[in-house]
C-alpha cells in the first residue's frame, strides 16, 4: 500500500503549535502506540492543529522513569532480575510455546520412507531386484542416492550402487551420483575415496558447478594434497566471489598443514568481500593459537574479537570455550576465564565490573534519529502493528507518574469504533492523546515522537520493527536502530494479578573490553536464538591480581 506524508517537513511543527503534545520541559517518558483497525487506505497525511483533548494530562509532572526500580507495574513490586527482557534469546521461542502450548502435539507425522535403504553392499542382483520391487514415478537411481546423502548411508553401499550404475552404462557415471557419493565421502572423511572422485571429475569435466567445488575442497583440506584445494578456489574466482565457506574450508585446511601466512592471507581476502566469516573459521585461529607463542598472532586473535564486537557478532558456546582456553594459555598473562552472566544493574556476576551502557552516545543519537527521519518516515515506510488493552496499560502507567502520549487515529473517537467511549475518555484524563487521520501507518508516528522527545523516552509496542530495520539503508545504522531498541521498547509480561512489563536492559550486549578485562557474550548451544535477540550468557576474562 502506498502511504504519502503532506508536508513532511512540517510535522516538527505539531510539538510547538499544540501545547497539548509540546516536548519542552515537560517532555513525555513514555509513548503508546494504538491499533485501530484501519487497513487498506490510500490517504495523503495531513497535520492539524488539534482543539484541546486532555487538559489535565498537560499537567503531569515529568516522569522519573523509575522502570527498573518500581517495574512498570500499578505495583511496586520488584521485576525478579533473572526475568527474560524482551530482546533475550530464546524469549521468543517461549512465548510462542506460552501462547500455542499445544503446537508440537499438531505436528504432522513425518513423511514414510518410500523405498527401504539398503545397509550392506549390494551385488547387481539384489539391486536390478530392489529396482523391480519400486514403485514410484521418480528416478530410481537418483531417489535412492538422495536418500543415502540424506541419511548419511554408508560409503560402501554407497559405492555397490555406483558399482551396479557403471556396470550398466559402459562405465559411465553421471555427473549428480558422483556429487552425492562424494559428499558421502566427505561426510565420513574418507580422504582416499574423495581423492578418487577428484580425479574422475578433473578428467571428464572442465569445471564444476559450485556445490561440486565446495564438497571437493572441504574433502581435500585433510589430504597431503590441500594445497589443490587453493586451486580449485582459485577456479571459482574466475566466474564468482567464493562463499565463505570455500574460504573457511581453504583456512582450516591451510591451519591443519602449519601454513599459517595463507590461513591469515585468505582471511584478509574475504573480508575484502565483505563476506562475515563462519564461526567455525574464526574457531580454527583461535585452537591454532594454543600452540603459538607470537605476540603478532595474539594481536591478530584480538582484532577477531574486535571484529565481533564492531559487527555485533555472537560466538557459539563452543567457540567460546575456544576464546576462554587460549587467553589462560597465554604465558606470563595470567588471565581467568569464567562463564557468567550480567546483573540487571549492569554488573559482571563473577569480577563485577560494569558492562557498557545501552544508551546511544549524543552523537549516536543524533546520527539515528536523522536516518530515522531520512529513510523511514521520508522514505514512506509502512508497516502494521496491533496493541490491544490500551485502557489497562494507560492506568498503570499513570500511577507512576509517568508522563504519558498515546498516539492513535481518529475514527477510535467515534461512535461507532470498537473503542468504548467511557473507556476512551478515561484514556484522555490520564495522557495526552494524539488522533491522527484515519491512515493505515502509525509507526512512523511513534519512531519520531519517541526520538524527538530525548534519550529518557520510552514507548510501549509488541512489534519487533524488523521491517523498519530493514528499510535502514547500512548496517552501521541498524545496529544503532537495534541498540537503541533495546534500551527503550517495553512490552507486556503479564496482565494478572497487575500489569508487568518485561524489564529493558541496562546493559549492551557486545564483545567488550577494558585492557585488563574482556566480557564476551556467546550462544548457548542449545538456546535457540533469533536474529531480532541477543545472548544472556557471557564469557568473563580477567587477569588474576
Same mark, same amino acid.
Given at each position: 500500500?502506498?502511504?504519502?506524508?503532506?508536508?513532511?517537513?512540517?510535522?516538527?511543527?505539531?510539538?510547538?503549535?499544540?501545547?497539548?503534545?509540546?516536548?519542552?520541559?515537560?517532555?513525555?517518558?513514555?509513548?503508546?502506540?494504538?491499533?485501530?483497525?484501519?487497513?487498506?487506505?490510500?490517504?495523503?497525511?495531513?497535520?492539524?492543529?488539534?482543539?484541546?483533548?486532555?487538559?489535565?494530562?498537560?499537567?503531569?509532572?515529568?516522569?522519573?522513569?523509575?522502570?527498573?526500580?518500581?517495574?512498570?507495574?500499578?505495583?511496586?513490586?520488584?521485576?525478579?532480575?533473572?526475568?527474560?527482557?524482551?530482546?533475550?534469546a530464546g524469549a521468543a521461542k517461549k512465548r510462542s510455546q506460552m501462547n500455542n502450548p499445544q503446537s508440537k502435539d499438531h505436528a504432522l507425522p513425518p513423511v514414510r520412507n518410500t523405498i527401504q535403504l539398503p545397509t550392506k553392499p549390494l551385488n547387481s542382483e539384489e539391486w536390478d531386484k530392489l529396482k523391480e520391487d519400486f514403485i514410484g514415478k521418480a528416478n530410481f537411481e537418483d531417489l535412492v542416492s538422495s536418500r543415502m546423502a540424506q541419511c548419511h548411508s554408508s560409503v560402501d553401499v554407497a559405492k555397490s550402487l555406483l558399482a551396479w550404475v557403471a556396470a550398466k552404462n559402459n562405465g559411465i557415471v553421471g555427473y549428480n551420483l558422483l556429487v552425492k557419493y562424494l559428499h558421502l565421502c566427505v561426510v565420513h572423511k574418507q580422504t582416499s575415496e574423495v581423492i578418487d572422485v577428484y580425479e574422475i571429475m578433473k578428467a571428464r569435466y572442465k569445471s564444476l558447478e559450485s556445490g561440486g567445488y565446495t564438497l571437493l575442497i572441504r574433502g581435500l583440506i585433510h589430504s597431503d594434497r590441500w594445497k589443490e584445494a587453493l586451486l580449485l578456489l582459485e577456479d571459482i574466482k574466475k566466474v564468482m566471489i567464493p562463499s565463505k565457506k570455500n574460504y573457511g574450508d581453504c583456512i582450516e585446511g591451510a591451519l591443519l598443514h602449519q601454513d599459517v601466512n595463507t590461513a591469515w592471507n585468505l582471511y584478509q581476502e574475504l573480508l575484502g568481500h565483505d563476506l562475515i566469516p563462519m564461526m567455525e573459521t574464526l574457531k580454527a585461529f583461535f585452537d591454532f593459537g594454543k600452540d603459538i607463542k607470537d605476540d603478532h598472532y595474539s594481536n591478530k586473535l584480538l582484532d577477531i574479537l574486535l571484529y565481533l564486537r564492531s559487527n555485533r557478532l555472537y560466538p557459539g558456546e563452543s567457540f567460546a570455550h575456544s576464546i576462554k582456553t587460549w587467553f589462560e594459555s597465554i604465558p606470563g598473562k595470567q588471565w581467568k576465564g569464567q562463564f557468567t552472566t550480567i546483573q540487571e544493574s549492569g554488573r559482571c556476576s563473577s569480577c563485577g565490573k560494569t558492562i557498557e551502557s545501552i544508551h546511544l /552516545?549524543?552523537?549516536?543519537?543524533? @546520527?539515528?534519529?536523522?536516518?530515522? =527521519? +531520512? &529513510?523511514?518516515?521520508?522514505?514512506?515506510?509502512?508497516? *502494521?502493528?496491533?496493541?490491544?488493552?490500551?485502557?489497562?496499560?494507560?492506568?498503570?502507567?499513570?500511577?507512576?507518574?509517568?508522563?504519558?502520549?498515546?498516539?492513535?487515529?481518529?475514527?477510535?473517537?467515534?461512535?461507532?469504533?470498537?473503542?468504548?467511549?467511557?473507556?476512551?475518555?478515561?484514556?484522555?484524563?490520564?495522557?495526552?492523546?494524539?488522533?491522527?487521520?484515519?491512515?493505515?501507518?502509525?509507526?512512523?508516528?511513534?519512531?519520531?515522537?519517541?526520538?524527538? /522527545?530525548?534519550?529518557?523516552?520510552? @514507548?510501549?509496542?509488541?512489534?519487533? =520493527? +524488523? &521491517?523498519?530495520?530493514?528499510?535502514?539503508?547500512?548496517? *552501521?545504522?541498524?545496529?544503532?536502530?537495534?541498540k537503541w531498541q533495546q534500551g527503550h521498547q517495553l512490552a507486556i509480561m503479564s496482565r494478572s494479578p497487575g500489569l508487568t512489563f518485561e524489564r529493558i536492559l541496562r546493559h549492551d550486549t557486545v564483545v567488550q573490553t577494558t585492557g585488563d578485562s574482556w566480557h564476551v557474550p556467546y550462544d548457548e548451544d542449545r538456546v535457540e536464538r533469533y536474529s531480532y535477540e541477543v545472548p544472556t550468557k557471557w564469557l568473563c576474562l580477567h587477569r588474576k591480581t
Amino acid at each position: 500500500m502506498l502511504f504519502c506524508w503532506s508536508g513532511i517537513r512540517s510535522f516538527p511543527k505539531l510539538w510547538k503549535i499544540n501545547p497539548y503534545l509540546s516536548l519542552g520541559p515537560g517532555q513525555p517518558s513514555l509513548f503508546l502506540l494504538v491499533d485501530c483497525g484501519i487497513r487498506n487506505q490510500q490517504r495523503w497525511f495531513s497535520l492539524k492543529t488539534m482543539s484541546p483533548q486532555n487538559t489535565k494530562a498537560t499537567n503531569l509532572p515529568i516522569a522519573k522513569a523509575k522502570y527498573l526500580r518500581k517495574g512498570y507495574g500499578g505495583s511496586k513490586k520488584q521485576v525478579p532480575s533473572d526475568s527474560p527482557h524482551l530482546f533475550a534469546a530464546g524469549a521468543a521461542k517461549k512465548r510462542s510455546q506460552m501462547n500455542n502450548p499445544q503446537s508440537k502435539d499438531h505436528a504432522l507425522p513425518p513423511v514414510r520412507n518410500t523405498i527401504q535403504l539398503p545397509t550392506k553392499p549390494l551385488n547387481s542382483e539384489e539391486w536390478d531386484k530392489l529396482k523391480e520391487d519400486f514403485i514410484g514415478k521418480a528416478n530410481f537411481e537418483d531417489l535412492v542416492s538422495s536418500r543415502m546423502a540424506q541419511c548419511h548411508s554408508s560409503v560402501d553401499v554407497a559405492k555397490s550402487l555406483l558399482a551396479w550404475v557403471a556396470a550398466k552404462n559402459n562405465g559411465i557415471v553421471g555427473y549428480n551420483l558422483l556429487v552425492k557419493y562424494l559428499h558421502l565421502c566427505v561426510v565420513h572423511k574418507q580422504t582416499s575415496e574423495v581423492i578418487d572422485v577428484y580425479e574422475i571429475m578433473k578428467a571428464r569435466y572442465k569445471s564444476l558447478e559450485s556445490g561440486g567445488y565446495t564438497l571437493l575442497i572441504r574433502g581435500l583440506i585433510h589430504s597431503d594434497r590441500w594445497k589443490e584445494a587453493l586451486l580449485l578456489l582459485e577456479d571459482i574466482k574466475k566466474v564468482m566471489i567464493p562463499s565463505k565457506k570455500n574460504y573457511g574450508d581453504c583456512i582450516e585446511g591451510a591451519l591443519l598443514h602449519q601454513d599459517v601466512n595463507t590461513a591469515w592471507n585468505l582471511y584478509q581476502e574475504l573480508l575484502g568481500h565483505d563476506l562475515i566469516p563462519m564461526m567455525e573459521t574464526l574457531k580454527a585461529f583461535f585452537d591454532f593459537g594454543k600452540d603459538i607463542k607470537d605476540d603478532h598472532y595474539s594481536n591478530k586473535l584480538l582484532d577477531i574479537l574486535l571484529y565481533l564486537r564492531s559487527n555485533r557478532l555472537y560466538p557459539g558456546e563452543s567457540f567460546a570455550h575456544s576464546i576462554k582456553t587460549w587467553f589462560e594459555s597465554i604465558p606470563g598473562k595470567q588471565w581467568k576465564g569464567q562463564f557468567t552472566t550480567i546483573q540487571e544493574s549492569g554488573r559482571c556476576s563473577s569480577c563485577g565490573k560494569t558492562i557498557e551502557s545501552i544508551h546511544l /552516545s549524543p552523537e549516536e543519537y543524533e @546520527f539515528l534519529k536523522g536516518k530515522i =527521519m +531520512r &529513510d523511514v518516515i521520508d522514505g514512506g515506510d509502512q508497516y *502494521k502493528k496491533t496493541t490491544p488493552g490500551l485502557l489497562d496499560v494507560v492506568s498503570q502507567l499513570a500511577k507512576q507518574n509517568l508522563q504519558l502520549l498515546v498516539l492513535g487515529r481518529k475514527h477510535m473517537l467515534t461512535q461507532r469504533s470498537r473503542w468504548r467511549k467511557d473507556e476512551m475518555e478515561k484514556v484522555q484524563k490520564q495522557a495526552s492523546c494524539f488522533f491522527a487521520d484515519d491512515i493505515s501507518e502509525d509507526d512512523p508516528f511513534l519512531l519520531y515522537a519517541t526520538l524527538n /522527545s530525548g534519550n529518557h523516552c520510552k @514507548f510501549i509496542t509488541k512489534d519487533l =520493527m +524488523r &521491517d523498519h530495520k530493514a528499510c535502514l539503508p547500512d548496517a *552501521k545504522t541498524q545496529r544503532l536502530f537495534f541498540k537503541w531498541q533495546q534500551g527503550h521498547q517495553l512490552a507486556i509480561m503479564s496482565r494478572s494479578p497487575g500489569l508487568t512489563f518485561e524489564r529493558i536492559l541496562r546493559h549492551d550486549t557486545v564483545v567488550q573490553t577494558t585492557g585488563d578485562s574482556w566480557h564476551v557474550p556467546y550462544d548457548e548451544d542449545r538456546v535457540e536464538r533469533y536474529s531480532y535477540e541477543v545472548p544472556t550468557k557471557w564469557l568473563c576474562l580477567h587477569r588474576k591480581t
